[in-house]
């Protein structure tokens, strides 16, 4: 159970343009979603937290109108990297909790995302 | 706001041989603490939780962890190492259970033959 599935695993794309990331919650109602970025050997930072049907919270330093999130059912939440530019190349990952505080979050796969 | 240190950056071991992977964590009440496992280019895997009760706690994998309030640590521990264990684990800390929560930099655990 508790299965976090993230779609595309690997994307290529020319600088400019714009990539959504899917997070699913396949056996689960998750009403908040994270999303994380992880650089080569590094750990997680958090990105922004959604809870379903409202504006995502995004931590400090993290461009809103950069990252858009939204998490408008309760078994989906995406991310989508506005213009992006090689900079913005990362391994993104996202989790999700049934928002209950004593469960933990499950985490999908991951997004490699690359900009040439 | 909480935080936590794994002071190990990579560590080898003999399959075989035991382990034990260092957290410690800064945060004034009661924590909520997590020990993941990441293979190269996946998310991560829960190995286990610790929440509240038994400060010993049984995961996945033969893995275990002991919270102790009074070192502020939450180390992993394995008594034995098979080589499919090698991969990068993560500790974290939540100050409101799930949310906000906290990585470690992570270990790097290679396992020789």
């Known amino acids: 159970g508790a299965v976090v599935s993230q779609h595309p695993s690997w994307v290529i794309c020319k600088s400019g343009t714009s990539v959504k990331i899917e997070c699913r919650s396949l056996d689960f109602q998750a009403t908040t979603m994270f999303w994380y970025r992880q650089f080569p050997k590094q750990s997680l930072m958090l990105m922004a937290t959604s809870n379903e049907g409202s504006k995502a919270t995004y931590e400090q330093g993290v461009e809103k109108d950069k990252f858009l999130i939204n998490h408008a059912s309760l078994t989906l939440s995406t991310l989508t990297v506005t213009s992006a530019h090689p900079e913005d190349s990362s391994f993104y990952i996202c989790?999700?909790?049934?928002?209950?505080?004593?469960?933990?979050?499950?985490f999908g796969d991951g997004t490699r995302l690359s900009i040439l | 706001a909480q935080s936590v240190t794994q002071p190990d950056i990579h560590i080898t071991v003999s399959e075989g041989a035991s382990l034990e992977l260092r957290c410690n964590y800064s945060y004034g009440a009661t924590p909520y603490l997590f020990w993941y496992v990441q293979s190269p280019g996946q998310g991560l895997q829960l190995l286990l939780k610790y929440f509240s009760g038994d400060t010993l706690v049984q995961g996945i994998k033969g893995f275990e962890a002991e919270f102790k309030r009074s070192q502020s640590s939450f180390n992993l521990r394995k008594p034995s190492v098979h080589w499919s264990d090698a991969a990068e684990y993560f500790c974290a800390v939540g100050a409101q259970g799930n949310n906000d929560m906290r990585f470690g930099a992570g270990t790097r655990l290679t396992v020789k033959p």
């Open positions: 989790s999700a909790s049934g928002g209950s505080s004593n469960q933990p979050q499950h």
